[in-house]
């Protein structure tokens, strides 16, 4: 997962919104808290200055999406760099998993890697890093339990199913 520009955590939900389309929980926050929501705005100004034409993520949108403490700590970490970095590191040292998301991976990554049972079928199959992205402490329970609901189901509802599940992320 490298960004070309961007850094990664945004590319990397771009790679989960390309195969998105419609869905929603009414558990999620409408917006950060106020902690969050500052340190959000300053890490986007902070890119800015080195990046003026990609746009950030609103805190509403982050809201519907992450985790607020491992956003802060994400933050933490991504501004500590020089500005446009890559973030690979601070997404994957934010926050901290739980046997729950490494079940999800293990589950997730058999049932995608596996060649889908048609060359047709395997239009628009979700690829494997998809189970680690999800299962990323950052990410929202939420989105990784939606996804784990559809990996029993054939192919072309398996797809639709995880489309829906990670549309959320389709804010960034």
Request: net charge negative.
């Amino acid at each position: 997962m490298t960004g070309v520009g961007r850094p990664v955590f945004l590319s990397l939900v771009v790679v989960l919104a390309s195969v998105s389309c419609g869905s929603s929980t009414t558990s999620t926050p409408s917006d950060l808290s106020p902690a969050a929501a500052a340190k959000w705005n300053a890490y986007c100004a902070y890119e800015a200055t080195c990046q003026p034409t990609e746009p950030c993520p609103t805190t509403a949108c982050m809201a519907r999406v992450v985790e607020q403490g491992p956003l802060i700590e994400f933050v933490d970490c991504q501004m500590a760099k020089p500005c446009g970095s890559n973030d690979d590191d601070c997404v994957a040292a934010a926050g901290t998993t739980d046997a729950e998301r490494e079940a999800f991976t293990a589950r997730c990554a058999a049932v995608l890697s596996i060649s889908p049972p048609t060359q047709e079928c395997a239009i628009d199959w979700p690829e494997p890093i998809l189970c680690t992205i999800i299962a990323y402490p950052l990410i929202r329970k939420e989105h990784m339990r939606a996804v784990d609901a559809c990996l029993t189901l054939p192919c072309e509802a398996l797809k639709a199913c995880v489309a829906a599940a990670i549309e959320p992320l389709s804010c960034f």
